[in-house]
């Protein structure tokens, strides 16, 4: 099943910040988040996951809540380059590769 | 370091034709992964090898296929294409499934 995230598109000014959400129907042990810019492969930015455990870049943010299998991805004081499709990918289990992406959420940041 | 190489950059096949796209992950990795990822949505998971050994498929017809070789880089080869085979895919590789590095993707396109 395929997570959804929220909103579909975000526009910012540069130093605004934003949330982007990550809902999936299923039980999670983790959840990856992207970023895409165009014509470019996906660019890892953080993995959370089952238990509290994260690890990713130091500027960005993320919450994982594994009740409601719910992620959060929070980037503040966006600058131009923080621009593309952010998508966030689910696991459910620790043994796999197989991560489930969403639709994505485009990310502007203009001047 | 090197990270994912992927070949070629850009292909154009003819309907029914078959395609072998290649992949080198990043020295050390020994698990890759192939996506399909079709313009405006999020990647796919088409497989994943470990240790040359295939640890997960998605939903894709038995005209896909893969292999991992004895020094980690893979092949994905996809027969009898068709129009809907037309999409970027993506070869990730990762050390302990804690994050995934992709490749430029190769762009294929089908007529």
């Known amino acids: 099943q395929q997570p959804v995230q929220s909103p579909q598109a975000v526009i910012l000014r540069e130093g605004e910040d934003a949330v982007i959400n990550c809902s999936s129907s299923?039980?999670?042990?983790?959840v990856h988040w992207y970023r895409q810019k165009h014509g470019e492969a996906p660019v890892f930015l953080m993995i959370?996951?089952?238990?509290?455990e994260q690890k990713g870049h130091e500027k960005i943010s993320a919450s994982f809540n594994e009740k409601k299998q719910q992620s959060s991805l929070y980037l503040t004081a966006s600058q131009l380059s923080y621009s593309g499709t952010y998508f966030c990918g689910t696991a459910g289990s620790s043994n796999t590769g197989k991560l489930i992406f969403g639709q994505g959420t485009t990310l502007q940041v203009k001047p | 370091d090197a990270g994912v190489t992927q070949s070629p950059t850009h292909l154009i096949k003819t309907r029914g034709q078959q395609v072998t796209l290649r992949c080198s992950p990043i020295?050390?990795?020994?698990?890759v992964s192939w996506y399909q990822q079709v313009l405006g949505q999020g990647p796919q998971f088409i497989f994943q090898y470990y240790e040359k050994e295939e640890r997960g498929r998605g939903n894709f017809p038995d005209r896909f296929s893969a292999r991992q070789f004895p020094n980690y880089s893979s092949e994905l080869n996809v027969n009898a294409l068709l129009l809907g085979d037309s999409a970027l895919y993506l070869c990730a590789s990762s050390l302990d499934n804690y994050g995934y590095t992709f490749g430029s993707g190769t762009r294929l396109t089908v007529v």
């Open positions: 959370l996951l089952k238990g509290g």
């Open positions: 020295s050390g990795h020994k698990s």
């Open positions: 299923k039980a999670l042990y983790s």
